[in-house]
């Protein structure tokens, strides 16, 4: 079946660094991924989304790269910060194309 | 404009007894989604609903659960019988979705525990 891997399911970054959060996929027909950031007790909140026909894509300090050749995907964040805290889900559109799997999440832990 | 509303926020009761858990989309959002994350592992999909039909409810665990979605408006995901295993905090989602893209946009989860 379908499924979405995420390398660590833990990260921690000290604050102003830079953060990679990474994601494998494993359906090679899906044209349409988002990242969603989660923070306790609230839903998923997108964060930026990406196309099967791009390989970058830049938001506010935040960068989704996708390489279709390996099926991965990541979320890079700029200069992290105490807010940045939270869980980062990656999902990917499924086969049926309105339906998105999601991954397990990676917490990220900003140190002071 | 409000968001994605859900009720109960957090519900506890009993094994073998039924709960129902309610999501109000956005207004104007044509598909709703349940999701469920059990024990902090991903956010599994439940089914999906386009106006007041399901598109795919290929996600549902077995017949002890019902979503409905009158009107095409609010939905409902009720539990019954619950068991054990039904514990974790459910998640509703509705989004536009045209032109082939469309972010998710979720509420804050109703939280089952299964006594």
């Known amino acids: 079946g379908e499924s979405v891997g995420l390398h660590l399911p833990t990260l921690s970054v000290q604050e102003g660094d830079n953060s990679i959060i990474n994601c494998a996929y494993s359906?090679?027909?899906?044209?349409?991924f988002i990242w969603y950031k989660q923070e306790s007790g609230k839903g998923p909140q997108f964060i930026i989304d990406?196309?099967?026909?791009?390989d970058k894509r830049q938001g506010q300090r935040v960068t989704v790269l996708l390489n279709k050749t390996v099926k991965h995907l990541s979320l890079q964040i700029a200069a992290t910060q105490p807010g940045d805290s939270a869980v980062y889900f990656c999902?990917?559109?499924?086969?049926?194309?309105?339906?998105?799997?999601f991954g397990p999440g990676t917490r990220l832990s900003v140190l002071p | 404009e409000a968001g994605v509303t859900q009720f109960p926020s957090h519900s506890v009761i009993e094994k073998g007894q039924t709960v129902t858990l309610r999501c109000d989309p956005i207004?104007?959002?044509?598909?709703l989604y349940w999701y469920r994350r059990v024990m902090g592992k991903e956010i599994k999909f439940l089914l999906h609903?386009?106006?007041?039909?399901?598109?795919?409810e290929s996600g549902m665990p077995n017949n002890r659960f019902l979503a409905e979605r009158t009107g095409g408006t609010y939905s409902t995901l009720k539990v019954q019988p619950a068991e054990l295993e039904d514990s974790g905090v459910y998640f509703c989602?509705?989004?536009?979705?045209?032109?082939?893209?469309?972010?998710?946009?979720f509420g804050e989860g109703s939280r089952l525990t299964v006594l």
């Open positions: 207004s104007g959002h044509d598909n």
């Open positions: 609903f386009v106006k007041e039909s399901k598109q795919d």
């Open positions: 359906n090679s027909a899906s044209d349409y």
């Open positions: 999902s990917f559109r499924d086969n049926y194309g309105q339906n998105f799997v």
């Open positions: 989602a509705s989004s536009l979705w045209k032109g082939g893209s469309g972010e998710l946009f």
């Open positions: 990406i196309r099967s026909n791009m």
